[in-house]
């Protein structure tokens, strides 16, 4: 008599399944489970989910693949579960991960009282040589590179990231969010940052912490051709993401000085403010020295987070510093869309306390694929950029805001357009200029004021004089 088929193993491989957007393989299946399961066996548990009407199959043979039914499941972002429809169990999303990373994330959820209590290992760092040590293989780097190269390569650093700010902002403040427990859901972030509306009954540091993340994405975007892995960028940038979060402000953009616990580990991190100073430096000379955008995206928010250089706001700091590389060589972004809270934290555990970064590099990996597919799509809808624009982009903003916030009519604005205009931009380029900007005064409605950094109060008081 045949074994009967465990109800746990098929949702297990629905679960895999349906943490990928696109069709997947035998094979990436195979890699996410956590137990081991012959070719065979597996197979029959995959042509029993598609009689279920649980999966569908495209394909034959080694190329079919595989991808949930619209009736088999449901994805609940904000509780981090699936639930499997006609089943009362729960399955938790993970990514897809590698034998090694199974061994780490086994290893991390041991009970804590089992686990060795460990100190920074300062040889992680020593021993890293940029270009020549590799956290991302070859294969994976190029693989990365083809998924997220754009069209804008050549063009003014930033260029990618400004045509899909608005997208971007909202995924990244409330994503990096989210994997700090912030309960805000997508669209009241949406309505925070577009419209200054504060989500009813949610903590005012949940409110300050999306904000602020909102700040620091602007100064990545519009500093794109200055910033970098040095001490200005990721110091501000801490004191962006900190602002009105730490009980002690002086500490906002400054090195701790005092030691720091991190709860449901056995790590603990340097104390002593020259070493955390002297590691701080070498982090940023050595990711800076880092050609590769990929390998220099992740070594940092690998060390960033293992070296806790500030009270509090690390993972923030490392999760928004990746996103430098990409920024700058108009790559598509890092926002962690769909990243689980614990796929990501059990990574950061196996950094942490083992050293070992296999688990977090497949959470980044999953991560940055799931990102380009989202970009992907914003671009299509939005069509190739016009050069113009983007020529005069600073200038635009710059008199858009200047009109409202000055709460000039029409006949005022048009008269300093122009005048600036001609201050501005070259002759051939000064009626177009002036079009455009007209176009954009007359087009702002609430929606898309954040953009130009109005508040909805400065909206309304200028529109009751736009006569």
């Known amino acids: 008599m045949p074994k009967k088929i465990s109800e746990q193993e098929l949702e297990s491989i629905v679960a895999i399944v349906a943490a990928h957007t696109e069709e997947v393989p035998v094979k990436a299946i195979r890699d996410g489970l956590e137990f081991e ?92 040589r940029p270009n020549d040590t590799f956290y991302l293989s070859a294969e994976t780097r190029q693989h990365l590179l083809e998924m997220g190269r754009s069209s804008d390569g050549q063009r003014l650093a930033g260029t990618y990231a400004r045509q899909i700010f608005d997208r971007l902002l909202i995924d990244l403040s409330w994503n990096s969010s989210r994997l700090e427990g912030n309960t805000y859901s997508l669209l009241e972030t949406e309505r925070l940052l577009e419209l200054g509306e504060t989500a009813e009954g949610k903590d005012a540091l949940e409110t300050q912490m999306i904000l602020n993340h909102k700040a620091a994405i602007e100064l990545l975007v519009e500093q794109a051709t200055e910033v970098g892995f040095n001490r200005y960028t990721i110091l501000n940038l801490h004191a962006l993401l900190s602002d009105n979060l730490l009980a002690d402000p002086q500490a906002c953009g400054r090195l701790r000085t005092i030691a720091v616990g991190i709860g449901g580990t056995v790590y603990h991190p340097l104390e002593v403010p020259q070493l955390i100073d002297e590691c701080f430096q070498q982090v940023l000379d050595t990711a800076a020295a880092i050609t590769d955008p990929f390998e220099q995206a992740f070594f940092a928010m690998v060390h960033f987070s293992y070296l806790q250089p500030f009270e509090d706001v690390n993972k923030r700091v490392s999760r928004l510093a990746a996103n430098l590389p990409f920024i700058r060589e108009n790559l598509s972004p890092l926002s962690f869309v769909d990243v689980p809270e614990r796929a990501y934290i059990e990574g950061l555990l196996g950094v942490y306390e083992l050293n070992q970064i296999e688990l977090l590099r497949d959470v980044f990996v999953w991560a940055y694929e799931r990102s380009c597919a989202r970009y992907s799509a914003v671009r299509q809808s939005l069509g190739e950029p016009d050069p113009f624009r983007l020529k005069y982009r600073t200038l635009i903003a710059e008199l858009v805001t200047k009109i409202v916030r000055g709460g000039m009519d029409k006949k005022t604005a048009v008269a300093f357009i122009k005048q600036r205009a001609m201050e501005g931009a070259s002759h051939e380029d000064q009626a177009r200029l002036i079009e455009v900007v007209e176009t954009e005064a007359m087009n702002l409605h609430e929606g898309n004021i954040a953009r130009y950094r109005l508040r909805p109060s400065q909206y309304q008081t200028w529109r009751e004089t736009w006569r």
């Open 37 to 128: 399961l012959p070719p065979r066996m597996l197979q029959r548990r995959l042509a029993l989910l598609v009689e279920q009407k649980r999966l569908i199959v495209e394909g034959r043979g080694r190329g079919s693949r595989y991808k949930v039914s619209p009736t088999g499941v449901e994805i609940h972002a904000t509780t981090g579960k699936f639930t499997i429809t006609g089943h009362s169990a729960q399955i938790e999303i993970y990514p897809p991960i590698s034998s090694e990373g199974r061994i780490i994330k086994k290893a991390v959820r041991e009970p804590i009282q089992n686990r060795n209590p460990v100190g920074y290992n300062r040889a992680f760092l020593d021993e890293y």
